[in-house]
């Protein structure tokens, strides 16, 4: 008997990879593509599974749904789901778990060494038709620098170990770490974090804890000079507050792939600044990494409707 899978929107180019997986387990695939409900609403009303990457699932749609046994998400984020209307509803919501870790800590990597070597200044000279810029932007030595990680789980790990590299000592604030880290120095205290970050990087998820953490005071806390790097979760970083330091000289550079509204402004003052990198939301991305989010979100739905636990469920669920 046909099963049917909506996907609404999706990563890369088509969907060649997932519904090529998909039809071969004798599942249907309805593909939208959109993040706007009314495209795909009526198809998911009677569907098996849904597969989404930034469609909002809320709890009407949810509670509209007849025979979806999984909600599967390409990512490793959920905030675009109602995961509680889903466990109310017997509804699996799965999530990539490890499917671009190495991207996401080499990107960020690359915002610490632009940011650090003034990159941003120097491309602004280049691009207005000069070479050196005068005055030459402030250049400090970034061995020996102590960077702070907030969030300690896969990216953040695979950051501290390429950051050994470059001579920087790592410290980490992670209230959920139990276990001790080589070559890792584990903080007793968010605030102890903050003053002792020469450059922090965010690695937490979004949560009603974690939401605005790196506000104005967080900033302040930090040493006059400090670069703030964010490939996490746009919610974790009052934007304008970070703004202001930078203005202020504060921050002497913020480095973003990420924002609580995207895409930003196309006016925002952020996108202009020359010590600022703003990056589309693009940490995530390699040949490699689409394809691994593509087969491992659609196999949890072959999973579910063949009538097995899924890999990956989120806590919100009891499976």
Same mark, same amino acid.
């Given at each position: 008997m ?7 929107d999706?990563?890369g180019?088509?969907t060649?990879?997932?519904v090529?997986?998909?039809?071969a387990q004798?599942?249907?695939v ?8 009314s495209?795909?609403f009526d ?17 009407s749609t949810?509670?509209?749904?007849k025979?979806?046994r999984?909600?599967a998400?390409y990512g ?5 789901i ?8 017997n509804?699996?919501?799965?999530a990539?778990v ?5 991207e ?6 690359a ?8 990159l941003?200044s120097?491309?602004t000279?280049?691009?207005?038709g000069?070479?050196t810029p005068n ?5 400090p030595?970034?061995e ?11 990216i953040?790990s695979a950051?501290?170990? #390429?950051?050994?590299g470059?001579?920087?000592? *790592?410290?980490?604030?992670d209230? !959920?770490? %139990?276990?001790? /880290? ?10 102890e974090l903050?003053?002792?970050?020469e450059?922090?990087s965010?690695?937490?998820?979004l949560t ?10 967080a900033?302040e806390?930090l ?9 996490a ?11 202001d330091?930078?203005?202020?000289g504060h921050?002497?550079?913020l ?5 609580a509204v995207?895409?930003?402004a196309a006016?925002?003052?952020? #996108?202009?600044?020359?010590r600022?990198i703003? *990056?589309?939301?693009?940490?995530? !991305?390699? %040949?490699?990494? /689409?394809?691994?989010?593509k087969?491992q ?6 999973r579910?409707?063949n009538?097995?636990k ?10």
């Amino acid at each position: 008997m046909s099963r049917l899978c909506v996907i609404t929107d999706y990563m890369g180019d088509d969907t060649t990879e997932e519904v090529s997986m998909l039809s071969a387990q004798d599942i249907e695939v309805f593909v939208a593509p959109s993040t706007n409900p009314s495209d795909w609403f009526d198809a998911a009303v009677e569907a098996d599974a849904i597969l989404t990457r930034h469609a909002p699932i809320e709890r009407s749609t949810i509670e509209a749904l007849k025979n979806c046994r999984i909600i599967a998400r390409y990512g490793t984020g959920y905030d675009n789901i109602d995961a509680d209307a889903a466990a109310q509803a017997n509804i699996v919501v799965t999530a990539v778990v490890d499917y671009a870790t190495p991207e996401v800590a080499d990107h960020a990597m690359a915002l610490i060494l632009s940011l650090v070597r003034a990159l941003p200044s120097f491309r602004t000279s280049i691009v207005a038709g000069g070479w050196t810029p005068n005055p030459i932007p402030f250049v400090p030595r970034l061995e020996g620098k102590t960077l702070g990680l907030f969030g300690f789980g896969r990216i953040g790990s695979a950051v501290a170990r #390429r950051a050994s590299g470059f001579g920087l000592t *790592t410290i980490v604030f992670d209230p !959920y770490l %139990t276990q001790t /880290v080589a070559n890792v120095e584990r903080v007793a205290t968010f605030e102890e974090l903050l003053g002792r970050s020469e450059i922090l990087s965010l690695h937490a998820p979004l949560t009603n804890e974690t939401r605005d953490v790196i506000d104005q005071m967080a900033i302040e806390r930090l040493p006059i000079g400090a670069i703030v790097i964010n490939v996490a979760r746009g919610g974790l970083l009052d934007l304008e507050a970070a703004m202001d330091a930078l203005d202020r000289g504060h921050l002497s550079g913020l480095g973003i792939d990420v924002a609580a509204v995207e895409p930003l402004a196309a006016d925002h003052p952020i #996108r202009h600044h020359d010590r600022a990198i703003v *990056t589309p939301h693009v940490a995530y !991305y390699s %040949t490699g990494s /689409v394809i691994d989010a593509k087969q491992q979100s659609a196999s949890e739905i072959i999973r579910v409707l063949n009538g097995d636990k899924p890999l990956h469920p989120i806590r919100h669920i009891a499976v």
